[in-house]
């Protein structure tokens, strides 16, 4: 358990850092990637350097409105469930699976800063949400078949085709049978949609849909603020989700649901959706055991 006084000191060393990247950052007016995020960033210091950005309590970024309520919206039901939140982040997901009645919500993230923006959100408003630094790929800590959802919502974009199958396959072991996995990753053409601009831009350089394939892509997700999010993306095709649930051991067809912007969405902003209209977004997946 991470001790609750240390919380108010990481949460102001995150901030610090942060007010002064997305300070230089803001500085760069056109819509470039700065030279920080276009490094090749390893994923645990990206997310542990930006954790207190993505805290949020309403929807904020793109895939907030895009995707994430959609993803939900396939849990149900959700009422007395056992769920496992793979790639929590700082709890977005797994605190709106709690108050939807889940019995026990169990996060667990790579970064520990995530984490600990996790817990300190769960102190200060307590939904008994237990929350873990560690790495999707080897769930040895948890028993077989003993979850009833497991969802990862945009954790598989930072993971190789092979680290997908390995985290598919322990996914398989701790769900219970007939339990489900919904996940949620970028549609697999979405970098290449050539975008440079707000809500989203992926940094795909020469690579193309197949030539791609396990290479790692920089991007930005932005928030209707103005701000944004920097996120990466190892690129996968729509057959290698297909065959890393198979070659996990998963036998049943998937539901797939591939999302994009609404008439809701242009209602509420036209602005900000109006650049992406008809573009896929990002692909939900729904697999039972
Ligand atoms: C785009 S964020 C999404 C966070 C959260 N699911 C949400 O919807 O707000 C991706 C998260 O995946 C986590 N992640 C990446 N690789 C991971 C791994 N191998 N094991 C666990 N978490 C990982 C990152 O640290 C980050 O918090």
Sequence with gaps: MFPAEKIPLVLSHIKNYQDSSQEAAEKNDDFELSATSTEKVKTKELYDNTALRWVRTEPS??????ARPAVIEMCEPIAGLQILDLGCGEGYCSRELR??????VHGIDLSQKMIAAAQAQEAKEPLGISYEANCATDLSQLADDETDLVVAVFLFNYLTVEQTKQCMSEVLRV??????????????????????????????DQNNYFSGRDNLFPGRIWKRDGSWLDVQLVHKTFQDYFESL????????????????????????????????????????????
């Design 99 to 104: 108050q939807r009645g889940a019995k026990k």
């Design 175 to 204: 769900l219970r049978p007939g339990g489900r996995f919904i996940f949620s990753v970028p549609h697999p053409a979405l970098p290449y949609m050539g975008q440079k601009n707000p809500p989203f831009y992926f940094q795909v």
């Design 246 to 289: 198979q070659s996990a051991g998963f036998s049943t067809l998937p539901v797939l649901k591939e999302l994009h912007v609404t008439p809701e969405h242009l209602q509420l902003d036209a602005e900000f959706f109006s650049p992406i209209v008809d573009l896929p977004l990002h692909v939900a997946f729904e697999i039972i055991k």
């Design 61 to 66: 970024s793109l895939s907030d409105f895009t």
